[in-house]
Nanobody, 124 residues
């Protein structure tokens, strides 16, 4: 059984930064691609970033490209999302997710395991 636990969310002002963490347990970490998604109030869940098993290949949503960076430390069973230059429209619950394969995906339905989410609120 895979468990994902996000942390690092909070309240920040426009232009500020946060670093989200996702702790993974229950199964080998380094063989799975990981993703970050978010759901804003009243909106559908949307893709944010994804990283392959090695940490070499990453993809981002256009809305966060150049501001967010996804990374991983397989030795520590951790995945991170560094968020800089935050905007009010980044306000959402952020979720990390694990695929069953090593390659990246932008589609939420391709991720089998999900964390409980962490709230990020950006004030204007």
């Amino acid at each position: 059984q895979v468990q994902l636990v996000e942390s690092g969310g909070g309240l920040v002002r426009t232009g500020g930064s946060l670093r989200l963490s996702c702790a993974i347990s229950g199964r080998a970490v380094d063989v799975a691609a990981m993703g970050w998604f978010r759901r804003a109030p009243g909106k559908e869940r949307e893709f944010v970033a994804t990283i392959d098993w090695s940490g070499i290949t990453t993809y981002y949503a256009d809305s966060v490209k150049g501001r967010f960076t996804v990374s991983r430390d397989n030795a520590k069973n951790m995945v991170y999302l560094q968020m800089n230059s935050l905007k009010p429209e980044d306000t959402a619950v952020y979720y990390c997710a694990r695929r069953g394969t090593t390659t990246t995906s932008k589609s939420a339905w391709e991720y089998a395991f999900w964390g409980q989410g962490t709230q990020v609120t950006v004030s204007s």
